[in-house]
DNA sequence: TGAAATAATGAATCTCTATTCATTGTTTGA
DNA sequence: TCAAACAATGAATAGAGATTCATTATTTCA
């Protein structure tokens, strides 16, 4: 009468989660949160619709879960590069070409957290801002250092700052929403080239190629 | 037995009209799509339920009118600056600060359109991001003349102007949401030269003041 | 193997809100 | 002023979909 679960049973819970969570990656990208029920999520995961209530508590949180995901993976991302960058030029430079990266690797995750999550509930979409905002202040506080060292001319940090930002947003969902640029990384030089620029430092003559 | 609507019913009809969008303008910017019923619009437009119903025929279309709204004031404000301007840094120029102008003009507008539309109806949103597809569009061929002219160096000019308009997005987002830029015209001498440097003109030393 | 414990299921429930329409109020013109 | 036409109203309807829970299936271990 001791019931205790196997490393068996384990980790087919496990890879329930795992099937459920993939499966609403896969709808709430293409058909937003509004746009995707439960139902929706279950079929694809191939469970009952009451399962997904014995892993996350409803949908909200299942989505949020996402989001979040999204979230922790891209900044990592970006924290990590930052650490082997040694100049302020080359911090920005390491956290663009990072960003961009993990973005293209994770399509499906890019889609739900930058196109879908607006669309989510309100305390969702805050997330997403609040992202942006805190990468902001990454930029921020890098232009400011490259400003006091004389290395960039005097500017206002903080509009500068969301400039930067915004160009990635834009490429990137040019590129989530009709594939355009279809190598996001690819583009990634003429974007770096161009927030350089925009930031004051001089950039050497951009080639097309190679 | 021959009714005809004298002039003074007729003004009370559109007043009425008015004051349904003018609520549903409020309401939406303010909660979202979604967050938003019929019933807290007619409440706030001082009419009944029904009535919005004679007026309007249901709230995909209540909300697709105000989104269109938005986005005609903007197209149209930009379009009329860039007829005043020669040259094609002057066009940017002016439209930069065409669409900066309108936007701060038309808060609530601007947030039902570029917070709370992707949250509406998927067609809507398709609305706002034709809209900024346009933008971009005309960006791109001024700076393809400019390059052409010699103006401007060699590069990609369908990244560059994606990375122009999302400069913008992110400082109205910025600016819509916290109040920071709290001017968004005075942030707006910053962020041209932002994109203009990124694009790669010669601009005099940005003072951070007149 | 079988009784106890855990997991999964999906029909039924519950809630929410867009839309309708029978009723009531207002305007018109004779 | 009054009957016909128009306009406004909001309670009732309808439909969608999130969540629950009684029932069934699976797993454990003596």
Chains 1, 2 share one sequence.
Do not use: C
Not at 1 to 19: F, G, H, N, P, S
Not at 97 to 104: C, M
Not at 114 to 126: I, K
Request: charged content about 30%; glycine content about 8%; overall charge neutral.
């Amino acid at each position: 009468m001791v019931y205790r679960r196997t490393k068996k049973v384990d980790q087919k819970l496990e890879a329930r989660l795992q099937a459920i969570m993939q499966a609403a990656r896969d709808e709430f990208a293409r058909n937003g949160f509004y746009g995707t029920s439960i139902k929706d999520i279950a079929r694809r995961a191939g469970v009952g619709v009451g399962t997904i209530y014995l892993y996350l508590r409803n949908k909200d949180a299942l989505f949020a879960a996402l989001v979040n995901e999204a979230y922790e993976m891209v900044l990592d991302r970006i924290a990590r590069a930052r650490k082997n960058a040694g100049s302020g030029r080359q911090k920005l430079q390491a956290s663009m070409e990072a960003a961009l990266a993990v973005l293209q690797e994770n399509r499906d995750l890019a889609r739900v957290m930058l196109v879908q999550s607006p669309a989510g509930h309100p305390a969702v979409a805050e997330q997403l801002y609040d992202l942006l905002h805190r990468l902001a202040k990454l930029v921020e506080e890098d232009v400011e250092e490259e400003i006091a060292r004389g290395e960039l001319p005097p500017q206002d940090a903080r509009i500068a700052s969301l400039a930067f930002v915004g160009t990635f947003y834009q490429v990137v969902m040019g590129w989530l929403k009709e594939g355009v640029p279809a190598d996001l990384t690819a583009a990634g030089k003429e974007l770096v080239a161009y927030n350089l620029r925009g930031l004051g430092y001089r950039v050497e003559g951009v080639k097309e190629d190679g």
